[in-house]
């Protein structure tokens, strides 16, 4: 890359940076935004000052120096990497070190920090993977939730770390069952929960496929005052198969059987190939055949 280019790069992410303002209580946002900062295929997430940069496609992968060194004059103390392709599913078939190297490209090496998202407190692995443990594009939703959850049951599908539940919690929720198939970070959002003074039961982090709760709920008769839906676009378990582009009235059909009267569905997508109207339309045909 010729010199120029490389400080148009680090022009950019410099205004970018300039131009962030957080919410109150709040160390853990989007630093960089691709597009909207002139830097298509890039975004850089900030937690605690640990920067995360995610690069999508080969000429983003091939600025890769140049932004890390960006971020770093910007006053990150850490930069991790991860490598992301277009497609979600395509990630199986590559190594996790290529696409998401354990160490930091720049800095010393940061494990696991607690960063903070409108007062509420989440654990952050930079290292550990393509996730990091909060997906901050989704803080306006966690947002609503919280806003919302007061003498409700909630039921959070996909549940990651438990974001929504934490949300769900903070906001007064009556109860907050979180479902996710992986044990592991279930326990990482338990240490969520704990970490933000909330108490919920240890039965309530439920190691199991979302489609397969839902179906277990509804032939129990058991429903929730608000259900969260926020899917990975693409995955794959030893028991089912979900594209959000294919899947989802399916799952909305599903979520819909066990909201109890007068609930709400949350129903997200992060698939960027989904245009909003395409959405809503996959999730109100499955509404409306539940």
């Known amino acids: 890359m010729s010199r120029s280019a490389a400080a148009g790069y680090a022009e950019k992410v410099a205004r970018a940076v300039a131009l962030r303002r957080p919410p109150p209580e709040t160390t853990a946002y989007r630093l960089v935004n691709g597009e909207g900062d002139g830097l298509p295929g890039v975004t850089a997430d900030w937690f605690e000052g640990v920067a995360v940069l995610a690069l999508y496609g080969a000429e983003a992968e091939s600025n890769e120096a140049v932004l890390a060194d960006a971020l770093m004059a910007a006053g990150a103390r850490a930069v991790y990497v991860k490598r992301r392709p277009r497609e979600a599913r395509t990630v199986a078939g590559k190594r996790q070190e290529a696409l998401a190297p354990e160490a930091p490209v720049r800095g010393d090496p940061v494990d696991e920090l607690w960063a903070s998202e409108l007062g509420l407190r989440y654990l952050i692995r930079p290292g550990q993977g393509l996730s990091v443990g909060l997906y901050l594009d989704a803080r306006d939703v966690r947002g609503w939730v919280r806003r919302h959850a007061r003498g409700r049951t909630v039921l959070n599908c996909f549940a990651y770390t438990c974001g929504y539940g934490v949300a769900a919690l903070a906001g007064g929720a009556e109860r907050a069952a979180n479902v996710d198939v992986s044990r592991r970070v279930l326990d990482w959002g338990q240490a969520n929960v704990r970490q933000n003074g909330l108490t919920a039961a240890p039965d309530d982090f439920i190691a199991t496929d979302a489609f397969a709760h839902l179906a277990r709920c509804a032939r129990r008769g058991e429903a929730f005052d608000l259900v969260v839906l926020d899917p990975p676009s693409f995955s794959t378990t030893k028991k089912s198969r979900f594209s959000a ?30 245009a909003r109207g395409r959405f809503e339309a996959l999730v109100a045909r499955g509404i409306d055949q539940s």
């Not at 582009?245 to 066990?258: G, I, K, Q």
């Open 245 to 274: 582009a294919t899947d989802y009235p399916r799952l909305a059909e599903s979520a819909a059987r066990v909201v109890a009267p007068g609930g709400l569905v949350v129903a997200c997508c992060n698939l960027a190939a989904m």
